[in-house]
DNA sequence: CCGTTAACCTGAGAGC
DNA sequence: TGCTCTCAGGTTAACG
């Protein structure tokens, strides 16, 4: 589901809520996520009080006042709500459930002091939710995210030197965690729209200017939709007013077919399939 | 090491 | 109404 503004987004919205709550107790009603959810593990996280929520690429790290780590990837579809005694929050990007209870697919239950609630919920259980240590940079997971898009690294020069042993699309770089971290499909669509580069591009044949584009304009829309909220894709309803809106902005993805949005352009989106992921672009802006 | 493909899981929406 | 098919914001094991 969620690219880095989503997960940004996501953080922002929470941390205020759960800081200095104790968990009391935590339900797992269903443990298989991604990975098998260790309950063993997980029940170490009794008595402890929740203090700040990092986020690293597409990754949550929830801090407590003892040296543990609650490591969470949201995956396609995974989403918090927290609820007290008059409200349900919930984070962005909520899937449309419009015809079902719409807490069938909640994983994981974190009951808190004053009957406060965390709830994780996932529908098609991609996310994963693990506890690791205080060295979380070691982790597997997080020891080999590249930088990410918004860090000064990186730029035209980082860029330059990592595509020379590389032959892949420039869609598949931008994908690629371990290049740059936090960029999923919609927003590499976006961005390489901007920048006038085709996806389907070998790396090998960019020119500087076009990097320089590409590094910019990233910059540019995750700056963007983070502040839009991120982008909310079969929205069905949000009630904490935090509904993420730059799917408005949206110049290819998901708009096979429709007119370039490019005044002086009449030609139509199309959309090939790179890397097993739809691929939005205009044939006639996109070189 | 690199690139590609399939697999993981569940539901929505289109077409018939 | 119901069946079948395709698609969905991600990651990664397995293979060549």
Known sequence: MPELPEVEVVKRSLENKVRNLIIKTIKIKDSNLRYKINKKKLIKLYGLKFKKIQRKSKFLLFFFDRPLVMLVHLGMTGKFFFENKRKKYKTSFYYNLSKKKNNVHDRVVFLLEGKKKLIYNDVRKFGFIKLIGLNYNENVH?????????????????????????????????????????????????????????????????????????????????????????????????????????????????????????????????RVIIANRSTFYCPKCQK
């Open 142 to 270: 997080l020891a080999k995210l590249g930088p990410e898009p918004l860090s000064k690294f990186y730029n035209l020069n980082y860029f330059k030197k990592k595509i020379i042993k590389r032959v892949c699309s420039v869609k598949s770089l931008m994908m690629d965690q371990k290049f740059v971290s936090g960029l999923g499909n919609i927003y590499v669509n976006e961005i390489l729209f901007l920048s006038g580069v085709r996806p389907t591009r070998k790396v090998s044949t960019l020119k500087d200017k076009e990097i320089k584009k590409i590094t910019k304009f990233t910059k540019k829309i995750i700056n963007d939709a983070i502040n839009a909220g991120g982008s909310t894709i079969k929205n069905f309803s949000i009630d904490d007013g935090k509904k993420g809106v730059y799917q408005q902005k949206f110049k290819v993805y998901g708009r096979e077919g429709e007119r370039c949005s490019n005044t002086d352009c009449s030609k139509s989106i199309i």
